[in-house]
């Protein structure tokens, strides 16, 4: 059980506690009762804030969205558009011990949402990765890319990207992440020679 903060809100810890538990076990599987004993907060508390589950799954895909943005946020200084996409791989390298075990949090949300068989939280998995395909397809036509081709390259990255998790997930072996990330940053490299 995470131990999160006294001095955050209820509503805040239940909102960390859903995104933890639907990336860990799974949103379909993950109960009300399991988010408030995550978050340390009793199981009333929840319905006060959150009427449903799929409520919950909306505030899970706002965070997911603001952590997402403040990634992009913070690579955004880095020199070049190139240099940003081998440090953005170089940050998802970082995290694959987590990867290996549970998976892609986003991707995972994604699935969950799209399986749901809720209409609202269907389109709600839509939204999910559309910040980081925007940022990422923005470096591309940054560097001069046309904009069909700058979109290409950029569900390239992530595609492949997801690929590597979910081959070291399923197979319990972070380096098959590790070895998809070295071939990502030497077509990276090698598609953008000149580019920036």
Not at 99 to 128: K, Q, V, W
């Amino acid at each position: 059980m995470t131990d999160f903060s006294e001095a955050r809100s209820k509503k805040d810890r239940l909102v960390a506690a859903a995104v933890e538990c639907f990336h860990k076990t799974g949103y379909a599987r993950v109960t009300l009762g399991e988010v408030a004993q995550s978050a340390n907060v009793p199981l009333g508390n929840v319905y006060y804030y959150f009427r449903t589950k799929a409520a919950l799954a909306h505030a899970a895909v706002e965070i997911w969205t603001a952590r997402v943005e403040a990634i992009c946020s913070e690579l955004d200084p880095v020199a070049t558009p190139r240099r940003r996409l081998l440090a953005y791989l170089r940050r998802a390298e970082a995290a694959r011990s987590v990867y290996t075990e549970f998976g892609c949090p986003l991707a995972n949300l994604s699935r969950d949402l799209l399986a749901s068989g809720e209409p609202d939280l269907s389109e709600l998995a839509g939204h999910i990765y559309a910040g980081l395909y925007g940022w990422v397809e923005t470096q591309f036509r940054v560097m001069g890319q046309p904009e069909a081709l700058a979109r290409a390259n950029g569900r390239f990255v992530i595609a492949s990207l997801q690929g590597g998790i979910l081959m070291a997930h399923a197979n319990q072996d972070s380096s098959l992440m590790t070895t998809q990330v070295r071939h990502l940053r030497q077509w990276l490299i090698q598609t953008t020679r000149n580019r920036g």
